[in-house]
């Protein structure tokens, strides 16, 4: 999935996928001079990896979190990457099934975020592609919630004093590509949606979020 991770990012920013330069986490803590050659960073992630599991790869990866956040890159973190970006910057982060997302669901924008610069381009009520079985339960003490779902209350923050956004859910995904990823891990319908796969691709909802992260290009 890492080759369909950096051309939905790169569909959703209109850009060339040659502008984006990946660095695998698992590799270890990028330098403060490597992170600084770039103009923003987008952190995604992997459905076989878990903050909340960790693994020897985990604190170099928080590490370079806080790394992001000392120097002020502009970043913008989605699902793996928001809870990593929590658990680096002193929130929690926990495995809970009861929690657990898949598919597109509503999210609603709380009053920080409808004023939002960034997150106040959405609709107060907009339907967002999820898939996560950990969740932030509770943010950094820099962080402003920006949004929250039925079952998740922290969807998405804003860092009180930094160009740094997080999101639970995908908006560098739509329909198309959200199906896409669920069908590199089937194992995770059954176990979050208790549905077989064609049925949870019919329940599917159009979604389209892109504006999120070209309003977040433009704001640097």
Same mark, same amino acid.
């Given at each position: 999935?890492l ?10 920013? &209109?850009?060339? $996928? ?9 590799? %270890?803590? $990028?330098?403060a ?10 952190? +995604?992630?992997? +459905? ?8 020897? #790869?985990?604190p ?13 890159i ?5 699902? #793996? ?8 910057? +002193? ?7 009861s929690?657990?997302? @898949?598919? *597109? ?7 920080? %975020?409808?004023?939002?610069p960034? =997150? ?6 907009? @339907?967002?592609?999820? %898939? !996560? ?7 950094p $003490? ?7 779902? !039925? &079952?998740?209350?922290?969807?998405a ?8 956004? %997080? ?8 329909? =198309?590509s959200?199906?896409?990823?669920? &069908?590199a ?7 979050? *949606?208790?549905? $077989? ?7 599917? +909802?159009? *979604?389209?979020? !892109? &504006?999120?992260?070209?309003? =977040?290009?433009?704001?640097?």
């Amino acid at each position: 999935m890492l080759g369909q991770e950096v051309d939905c990012f790169s569909d959703s920013l &209109k850009s060339d $996928p040659a502008q984006i330069t990946v660095f695998d986490l698992l590799s %270890g803590c $990028p330098t403060a001079d490597y992170l600084s050659r770039f103009d923003a960073v987008l952190l +995604g992630g992997s +459905g076989d990896y878990s903050v909340a599991e960790g693994g020897d #790869w985990l604190p170099p990866a928080l590490q370079a979190m806080r790394e992001l956040y000392d120097l002020g890159i502009p970043t913008f973190a989605s699902c #793996w990457g928001f809870q990593a970006m929590a658990a680096a910057l +002193g929130g929690e982060v926990v495995t809970d099934m009861s929690r657990a997302e @898949l598919g *597109t669901v509503e999210v609603f924008l709380t009053d920080q %975020g409808k004023s939002d610069p960034l =997150f106040g381009c959405l609709e107060q009520c907009f @339907l967002a592609p999820v %898939g !996560h079985q950990d969740c932030v339960i509770e943010l950094p $003490p820099t962080a402003i919630r920006m949004a929250s779902s !039925h &079952k998740v209350m922290n969807q998405a923050f804003k860092i009180a004093d930094k160009p740094i956004y %997080g999101t639970q859910f995908h908006p560098e995904l739509n329909r =198309f590509s959200l199906i896409e990823r669920v &069908k590199a891990y089937p194992q995770y319908v059954e176990a979050i *949606t208790g549905e $077989p796969l064609d049925v949870f691709v019919e329940k599917c +909802g159009v *979604t389209d979020l !892109h &504006k999120l992260l070209q309003r =977040f290009v433009q704001s640097i």
